[in-house]
C-alpha cells in the first residue's frame, strides 16, 4: 500500500474521531444552554432537527386529514407523531397548540403529560395557549369522569398564560371564577352563590394590593390561596370589576342580608370617596336630588346651599345667587 494512501486513511480517521469529540461537546454545551433539547435525538443528524420537524409536520398533518376523527383507533398513532415531532424539536410551538388538542378528549392524560412538561421549558414560557390549553384539559378531564375539576391545577395554569398575556381578559374571567370555588371550599356558607364568592375574592384582592388604603378590615381576614406561585391581579381592574359585580348583586334576586353585608363593607372601604346611589351603587352628578333608576331620595353635593336656590357649583361663589359655600 502506497504511503500517501496510509496518510490519506489516518487523516480520514483522525478527522471523524475529532468530529465525534466535537459533536459531543457541542451537544453538551447546547444542552446547558436550551434544557429543553437534553431529549432531543442523541444524533447531531447535521443541526437539520428544525428541518425534519417541518417534515414531521406535514406528515402529520397529512394524516390528520386522512382520518375522519380521533379515536380509539388512531389516538396512539397521533400521539407517536407528536412525540417524534418533539424529539426533533421540543420548541416548536404548534405541536403544543395544535397538535396536543386533537388527543386531548381520547387522551387527556397524555395531553396534560406533554402540556406541563412544554410549560416547563423556557423556551416557550410567552404563548400563553400552552398552559391555558392544559388548563382547560385538566378542567375536561374530571367532568368527562363524573368528577369535580382540580381547581388548583386549573388555577395555576390559567395564572401561567395570564403572566404571558394579560390582555385576554377571558382568563382573568376564568382566575376570579376558580378563585372563588376555593373561597367557597374554604369559607362554606359565609358565602351563599358563585357571584358573591366572586365579589368576596375582588374585595380580598383590593384588601392585598396597594389601593387598599385602609387597614381596618373588621373581623374578617384577609383570604389566603394554597398556591405558592399566586400572584395579584392588577390594581387597574379591581375598582371596576368590583363596581361591576356590586351593580350587579344589588339589583339580583338572590341578595340577601350576607351579600348585602358584603356590598356595604365595600362601599366603606372601597368607594368611600365616591359619590354612589346607595340603590343601585351607580354614579350620580353634582346637584343630583333623586336616584335616576329608583326615584328615591339621594344626599345632594355640589350644589348651592341658599334657600330656594339649588345651582350646581363651578367655583367657590353660586353663579346664579352669589352664595359664598365656605359660609
Not at 406535514?58 to 400521539?79: C, G, H, P, Q
Not at 417524534?84 to 397524555?110: C, G, H, Q, W
Not at 395570564?162 to 370555588?181: F, M, V
Not at 357571584?195 to 387598599?212: N, P, T, Y
Request: hydrophobic residues 35%; charged residues 30%; aromatic residues 8%.
Amino acid at each position: 500500500m502506497k504511503k500517501s494512501t496510509l496518510i490519506h486513511i489516518a487523516v480520514i480517521i483522525g478527522s471523524a474521531v475529532l468530529a465525534s469529540i466535537t459533536a459531543s461537546k457541542a451537544l453538551e454545551a447546547q444542552r446547558e444552554i436550551a434544557p429543553a433539547y437534553a431529549d432531543v435525538t442523541k444524533s447531531p443528524l447535521g443541526g437539520l432537527q428544525k428541518f425534519l420537524a417541518d417534515v414531521e409536520w406535514m406528515f402529520f398533518i397529512n394524516y390528520r386529514a386522512s382520518i375522519k376523527a380521533v379515536d380509539e383507533t388512531n389516538v396512539e398513532e397521533l400521539i407517536r407523531r407528536i412525540e417524534k415531532m418533539i424529539a426533533l424539536d421540543p420548541n416548536f410551538e404548534k405541536i403544543y397548540t395544535v397538535a396536543v388538542p386533537f388527543i386531548a378528549s381520547k387522551r387527556p392524560d397524555k395531553a396534560i403529560e406533554i402540556l406541563k412538561k412544554a410549560c416547563e421549558n423556557e423556551q416557550l414560557r410567552k404563548n400563553y395557549k400552552i398552559p391555558l390549553y392544559l388548563s382547560l384539559v385538566y378542567n375536561h378531564m374530571k367532568k368527562s369522569d363524573g368528577q369535580e375539576p382540580n381547581t388548583q391545577d386549573i388555577l395555576k395554569y390559567s395564572e401561567m398564560a395570564y403572566q404571558s398575556d394579560s390582555s385576554a381578559t377571558y382568563i382573568l374571567n376564568s382566575i376570579i371564577r376558580n378563585r372563588a370555588r376555593l373561597a367557597i371550599k374554604e369559607k362554606g356558607n359565609r358565602l351563599v352563590s358563585q357571584k358573591h364568592a366572586e365579589l368576596f375574592v375582588l374585595f380580598q384582592e383590593w384588601k392585598r394590593s396597594s389601593a387598599g388604603v385602609s387597614n381596618d378590615h373588621g373581623e374578617e381576614e384577609v383570604f389566603v390561596y394554597e398556591n405558592e406561585e399566586y400572584f395579584p391581579i392588577p390594581t387597574e381592574e379591581l375598582n371596576t370589576r368590583l363596581l361591576s359585580m356590586m351593580q350587579q348583586l344589588q339589583s339580583s334576586k338572590e341578595k340577601n342580608s350576607a351579600i348585602q353585608r358584603t356590598l356595604n363593607s365595600i362601599k366603606k372601604e372601597v368607594f368611600r370617596d365616591s359619590r354612589l346611589s346607595p340603590y343601585t351603587f351607580k354614579p350620580y352628578d353634582a346637584g343630583d336630588k333623586f336616584c335616576p333608576d329608583t326615584g328615591k331620595p339621594l344626599s345632594v353635593y355640589g350644589a348651592c346651599v341658599a334657600v330656594d336656590c339649588s345651582e350646581v357649583l363651578r367655583g367657590r361663589f353660586c353663579t346664579k345667587c352669589g352664595q359664598d359655600s365656605k359660609e
